[in-house]
T-cell receptor, first 114, second 106 residues
Framework: DAGVTQSPTHLIKTRGQQVTLRCSPK?????VSWYQQALGQGPQFIFQ???????QRGNFPDRFSGHQFPNYSSELNVNALLLGDSALYLC?????????????FGQGTRLTVV | GEDVEQSLFLSVREGDSSVINCTYT??????LYWYKQEPGAGLQLLTY?????DMKQDQRLTVLLNKKDKHLSLRIADTQTGDSAIYFC??????FGTGTSLTVIP
């Protein structure tokens, strides 16, 4: 079992560009959540996808959008990148969106905006 | 959203107990979680507690929840060097604290 896999592992983008990050959930999981973790901070919840729909959303602007595919994999898109978007982006998968279900995290994508 | 606060650093000697504390502002979280993050790694779920419980024990880990004071703690018994990491508390898996860096001194 490969667990939660994220790609790419590292990425450098220029301010104003757009970026797409990808996440494959753990086998058997159908729910994907995305988090932004700035250096020295805790993860901040961006949104959660279940049944190809956004189910929950944190306090992030519309520049952050996502998608879930029929195979449960997910993408996070960020438009008009700002220097402040530089962070580790974590994806977590779980079996269903219930609050007590265990979430497994990927290793993250380190995004640097210059 | 919910504000979750933790002390930044904790240092203990190997074999001692560690207690990591967390305070939160919103009582609506149904579940409260503890995660461990090692350098360069993702987060690993350690344990969680349902909001109507006061205590949960899982091997070396003991979670205490004081709903009145909105305070959550994680006690690690017989702390080992492998326990050195950053520990996060979280409400409903959506609201994470700032993390506590635990250093275990051999």
């Amino acid at each position: 079992d490969a667990g939660v896999t994220q790609s790419p592992t590292h990425l450098i983008k220029t301010r104003g560009q757009q970026v797409t990050l990808r996440c494959s959930p753990k086998s058997g999981h159908d729910t994907v959540s995305w988090y932004q973790q700035a250096l020295g901070q805790g993860p901040q919840f961006i949104f959660q996808y279940y049944e190809e729909e956004e189910r929950q959303r944190g306090n992030f602007p519309d520049r952050f959008s996502g998608h879930q595919f029929p195979n449960y994999s997910s993408e996070l898109n960020v438009n008009a990148l700002l220097l402040g978007d530089s962070a580790l982006y974590l994806c977590a998968s779980s079996q269903g969106p219930q609050l007590n279900t265990e979430a497994f995290f990927g290793q993250g994508t380190r995004l640097t905006v210059v | 959203g919910e504000d979750v606060e933790q002390s930044l650093f904790l240092s203990v000697r190997e074999g001692d107990s560690s207690v990591i504390n967390c305070t939160y502002t919103d009582s609506s979280s149904t579940y409260l979680y503890w995660y461990k993050q090692e350098p360069g790694a993702g987060l690993q779920l350690l344990t969680y507690i349902f909001s109507n419980m006061d205590m949960k024990q899982d091997q070396r880990l003991t979670v205490l929840l004081n709903k009145k004071d909105k305070h959550l703690s994680l006690r690690i018994a017989d702390t080992q060097t492998g326990d050195s990491a950053i520990y996060f508390c979280a409400g409903n898996q959506f609201y994470f604290g700032t993390g506590t860096s635990l250093t275990v001194i051999p």
